[in-house]
């Protein structure tokens, strides 16, 4: 399958415990998952089999999570994200992931110095920004970010962070988020024939490694304190942000 040696299909299964782990534990870890993949699969056939291993882990997340969702963050998101992923859509045809991602890059480091300045100026008690564009405008980055290159992750965590949510309503936000936005991109990724038949069965096959990866997460989130997940949650989408640069 995609001619993978053995050293290939361990990459992938790692990469499918790590985006477990990130889906129900620390939003960012994930953050090596794209280029690895693109490393031992065609380019555009690594976006396709990531979608699929992501909508997989996200069914563990919103079931373990489902009680911790804050639908007002989510309803509010989703139809600027949906328009983000039809602008990505045509822009795969015209942008190529190089050109976008350090795009993508600066505006997520701009987007957490701001939010570090206003809690360093203001403390925790900092009024959130809640005029109409920045829902619209990071719900639209979201959507673009990860219809074109599956790096949405630091945009959401910069909306939750603004929005202050206790780290299960994060991650239970986060999840049923991406659960929706997934299956909202998977006929415009079938449509650029980046999800086929062949990467639904190596997505499924990397069914175990995702459960696995999914109960790491759920068991690090449960020990570790609120304000050591803000820290980490920000580090990694930095780290995420910073890679998408070079």
């Known amino acids: 399958m995609f001619d993978l040696d053995l050293v290939g299909w361990m990459v992938v299964a790692l990469c499918a415990a790590m985006v477990g782990i990130s889906k129900t534990g620390i939003p960012g870890v994930g953050i090596l998952v794209v280029p690895l993949m693109a490393a031992v699969l065609p380019v555009r056939s690594s976006v396709g089999v990531l979608l699929g291993i992501l909508i997989l882990a996200d069914l563990f997340a919103v079931t373990y999570y489902r009680h911790h969702a804050q639908w007002g963050h989510v309803l509010r998101l989703l139809p600027a994200a ?8 045509f822009g795969l045809k015209i942008v190529s992931d190089r050109q976008l991602k350090p795009i993508i890059g600066g505006i997520v480091l701009a987007m957490l110095a701001v939010n570090y300045l206003r809690i360093r100026a203001g403390g925790e008690n900092q009024r959130i920004p809640s005029q109409w564009w920045f829902v619209v405008g990071l719900g639209f980055l979201a959507g673009v970010t990860t219809m074109m290159a599956n790096a949405a992750g630091p945009v ?3 909306y939750l962070l603004a929005m ?3 780290k299960l309503e994060f991650v239970g936000t986060s999840a049923w988020f991406f659960f929706v936005v997934n299956w909202l991109k998977v006929p415009f990724s079938a449509g650029l024939a ?8 190596l997505d499924i096959l990397m069914l175990p490694f995702i459960a696995a990866g999914a ?13 050591a997940f803000n ?8 780290a995420a942000a910073i890679k998408l640069l070079f």
């Open 164 to 166: 202050k949510l206790p």
């Open 82 to 89: 949906f328009a983000g992923i039809v602008a990505g859509y």
């Open 231 to 238: 820290i980490a949650v920000q580090i990694l989408a930095a």
């Open 215 to 227: 109960i790491v997460g759920i068991l690090v989130l449960n020990r570790i304190p609120q304000k």
């Open 194 to 201: 980046l999800m086929t038949a062949q990467s639904v069965k």
């Open 156 to 158: 959401m965590t910069v």
